[in-house]
């Protein structure tokens, strides 16, 4: 079975700082993992995602995420927080293709951004 | 490229009555799934459909709830004799056929269930 966890309800950060979301999965096969933000009332965008290969991944809207295999972590950041990165955002993982495709989700995570 | 569509966005209804949700994949998108967002918690997966088959119903409630996505038309979750605890955000996600990773879920802006 898999999961996620993302430890925290809510992340507060001054606008300009820097932005750490962090995730771990617990996972039986080679993990395919995505972050997804979601802004109020609207669905899930995605992020970035890691399939195979580089182990950095870099997504939309300046975030990015680091694989790391011995920490069974996959945390999001961006180097400097603006206004419109307010929003819930939740990591995912999956097996695979196919049957094995279906998303596992984190309870995700507030981002709040001060003036 | 019309994103993922749902129908209606908010609907609610009486203990009892029978909900219908409807997802329209994108074009060219043959896979639908289906999650249920409820208060103060993440996604859970419910189904996974392909056209007339369904491929994973593992997270679906084992009574009162079905879904279907048939050759011609959207995708359609029902709910039965809906109940207080139904009351959530059920979202819709399609991707393409899949040939090779994982390709991305694209979600739609999901039909936010209310039981009175």
């Known amino acids: 079975a898999q999961s996620v966890t993302q430890l925290g309800s809510h992340v507060s950060v001054s606008e300009g700082a820097l932005v750490l979301l962090r995730c771990n999965y617990s996972?039986?096969?080679?993990?395919?993992l995505f972050w997804y933000v979601q802004y109020p009332n609207q669905g899930l965008q995605l992020l970035l995602k890691?399939?195979?290969?580089?182990?950095l991944v870099k997504g939309i809207n300046g975030f990015e995420a680091e694989f790391k295999k011995s920490e069974t972590s996959f945390h999001l950041t961006k180097p400097s927080a603006h206004m419109s990165d307010a929003a819930e955002y939740f990591c995912?993982?999956?097996?695979?293709?196919?049957?094995?495709?279906?998303?596992?989700f984190g309870k995700g995570i507030t981002l709040s951004v001060r003036p | 490229n019309a994103g993922v569509m749902q129908n209606p966005r908010h609907l609610v209804r009486r203990r009892g009555q029978e909900a219908r949700l409807r997802c329209s994949p994108m074009?060219?998108?043959?896979?639908v799934y289906w999650y249920r967002q409820l208060p103060e918690e993440g996604l859970k997966f419910m189904v996974y459909?392909?056209?007339?088959?369904?491929?994973?119903e593992s997270g679906m409630p084992k009574e009162r709830f079905s879904a279907e996505f048939p050759k011609e038309g959207p995708s359609i979750l029902r709910i039965q004799q809906v109940v207080r605890g139904d009351s959530a955000a059920y979202f819709c996600?399609?991707?393409?056929?899949?040939?090779?990773?994982?390709?991305?879920?694209?979600f739609g802006p999901g039909t936010r269930l209310t039981v009175l």
């Open positions: 996600a399609s991707s393409p056929p899949s040939g090779g990773p994982p390709d991305t879920q694209y």
């Open positions: 996972s039986s096969v080679p993990p395919y």
């Open positions: 890691y399939t195979t290969g580089a182990t």
């Open positions: 995912a993982v999956s097996k695979g293709t196919g049957a094995n495709s279906k998303l596992t």
């Open positions: 074009k060219g998108h043959s896979h």
């Open positions: 459909l392909q056209k007339e088959n369904i491929i994973d």
